[in-house]
């Protein structure tokens, strides 16, 4: 990571690897999932320390539900008994929790600790994060769309987004994949359309500062473009001052 360039705003993270982190060490995938919540708790912190404003990590997706019941409940479990301990700590550090999904889906009980949890954050200032739990990108698009055939109002691209569940947010800079795989699986599929993707090879419950930090260095050495020509980018970002020259000298160097 180079603290002198831009840092991303919102990053996104698929926390993926649960599951075999712990087969491999012979324990029940749960443990892997507990052991998950841990390196959450200091992907906030790793955030914060770095000025991220916004985190967004994939929690439990719509074909989530698919897995064994056993693995289901533990899920629900786990999620009920992390949020009200990790209440506390995000008020103190300025963390507000957002839960993005299909709440209706969502057992009472669950639906009411996230209204409460997001009442009790919403004063948090330093950081947006957002849960994705019950969620799909496909999901997203359609109740969005929904929303617009409901009210009768003209589909846009700009209505669109506006209706979508990260609508209170910009779109991720930066999406990191831990665990191996490298696919999208139903993830931020409107969002993520000009972010920068980072794979790492490391299961979610073993990832750290650094590697986190080697997500954002990967990120801060590419060139975005957004269907320019790079040349188009080196002159609006001279055109944008001296900030943003000294990224491009580097780019030149
Ligand atoms: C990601 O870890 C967490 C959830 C999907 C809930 P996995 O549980 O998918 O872990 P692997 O991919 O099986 O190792
Ligand atoms: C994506 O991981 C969902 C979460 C991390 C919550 P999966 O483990 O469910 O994705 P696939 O099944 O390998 O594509
Ligand atoms: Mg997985």
Not at 3 to 8: F, Y
Request: aromatic share 8%; hydrophobic share 45%; charged share 20%.
């Amino acid at each position: 990571m180079h603290p002198t360039l831009a840092m991303p705003g919102h990053v996104a993270i698929v926390m993926d690897g649960n599951g075999r982190w712990a087969t491999r060490r012979l324990m029940p995938r749960i443990a892997g999932h507990r052991q998950g919540v841990e390196t959450l708790r200091k992907a906030v912190r790793w955030s914060l320390d770095r000025g991220i404003g916004v985190l967004t990590v994939f929690a439990f997706s719509s074909e989530n539900w698919n897995r064994p019941a056993e693995e289901v409940k533990g899920l629900m479990a786990l999620l009920m008994h992390a949020i009200p301990r990790e209440l506390p700590g995000f008020i103190e550090q300025g963390v507000a929790l957002r839960f993005v999904g299909d709440r209706a889906g969502l057992a009472p009980e669950i639906q009411s600790l996230f209204s409460s949890a997001e009442a009790q954050t919403a004063a948090g200032r330093r950081i947006t994060l957002n849960v994705c739990f019950n969620y799909g990108g496909r999901w997203d698009i359609v109740q969005a769309a929904r929303t617009l055939a409901e009210r009768g109002e003209t589909i846009t691209e700009a209505a669109l987004a506006a209706s979508l569940s990260l609508a209170h947010v910009p779109d991720p800079d930066l999406v990191i994949r831990t665990g191996g795989e490298q696919r999208v699986s139903n993830f931020l599929l409107w969002q993520a359309a000009y972010a920068e993707w980072f794979f790492s090879d490391k299961a979610w419950p073993s990832f750290t500062a650094d590697d986190f930090d080697l997500a954002i260095s990967a990120f801060q050495g590419r060139e975005r473009r957004f269907g320019l020509t790079s040349q188009q980018v080196r002159e609006q970002a001279h055109a944008a001052g001296p900030v943003l020259e000294g990224l491009d000298d580097r780019c030149q160097a």
